[in-house]
């Protein structure tokens, strides 16, 4: 059995995931699971089995079922390692985690859908949805900007001249900051290496609306 995803096209940690695979040219099968639909599919029975928490991604290979984007690009760079996403050197690798640990463990979970369906539905947060997640973007963005500054970066990816790790995370968190109609003048760092990366296929490939469940209007 080849590596199968499981995936929703709006979902940042599953279009990390697919740019990782892409990167890596890897063959997989999507597997869509609509996160609105019925309730939302990672809530039924038959995806809880394969994934308790009901989030996507979940990435099978063979008979290993991983989950946590982070944990599945991680085995990817180990398993499946050129071309690598992570640098040679320690100091380059720590790097290159912290900015990964950035956005995923301080900008992503505040914006992701859960969070947001909770502002909308539990808090009555709808008209200071998007106040809340431009918020959180401004907030990671500006740290996140300074940071490639202080390491001379050339506005291709967030190190050297190839995607790495990273890019691979920043590149869906700006992908979603633009289709929230957050700000975005005052990264260009951030805007050159996302005009940058979405010129190269691995990453047009993995985008939602490439995706075989895409839906017509974004």
């Known amino acids: 059995m080849g590596i199968i995803l499981y995936s929703y096209y709006r979902s940042s940690a599953s279009f990390r995931v697919r740019i990782a695979l892409n990167i890596k040219r890897i063959d997989y099968e999507i597997r869509p699971v609509h996160l609105l639909r019925d309730g939302g599919e990672q809530h039924h029975e038959d995806y809880l089995r394969i994934n308790p928490q009901g989030l996507v991604p979940t990435l099978i290979d063979g008979g290993a079922v991983l989950t946590q984007s982070s944990a599945i690009i991680e085995y990817l760079e180990e398993v499946y390692p050129t071309p690598a996403l992570l640098p040679e050197s320690a100091l380059d690798r720590a790097y290159m985690r912290a900015l990964v640990q950035l956005i995923a463990c301080d900008i992503h979970p505040l914006n992701n859908l859960r969070v947001l369906q909770y502002l909308k539905e539990k808090l009555n947060y709808d008209d200071a949805q998007h106040a809340w997640y431009c918020h959180w973007i401004?907030?990671?963005?500006?740290?996140?900007?300074?940071?490639?500054?202080?390491?001379?970066?050339?506005?291709?990816?967030?190190?050297?001249?190839?995607?790495?790790?990273?890019?691979?995370?920043?590149?869906?968190?700006?992908?979603?900051?633009?289709?929230?109609?957050?700000?975005?003048?005052?990264?260009?760092?951030?805007?050159?290496?996302?005009?940058?990366?979405?010129?190269?296929?691995?990453?047009?490939?993995?985008?939602?609306?490439?995706?075989?469940?895409?839906?017509?209007?974004?």
């Open 138 to 218: 401004q907030k990671g963005f500006s740290a996140l900007e300074l940071l490639l500054e202080q390491h001379d970066c050339n506005g291709l990816s967030c190190l050297g001249n190839g995607p790495g790790m990273a890019d691979v995370f920043l590149i869906p968190q700006i992908y979603n900051a633009l289709r929230f109609n957050c700000e975005m003048h005052e990264f260009p760092l951030i805007s050159h290496i996302y005009e940058n990366c979405m010129q190269q296929s691995a990453f047009l490939n993995a985008a939602p609306e490439n995706q075989p469940d895409a839906e017509k209007a974004l």
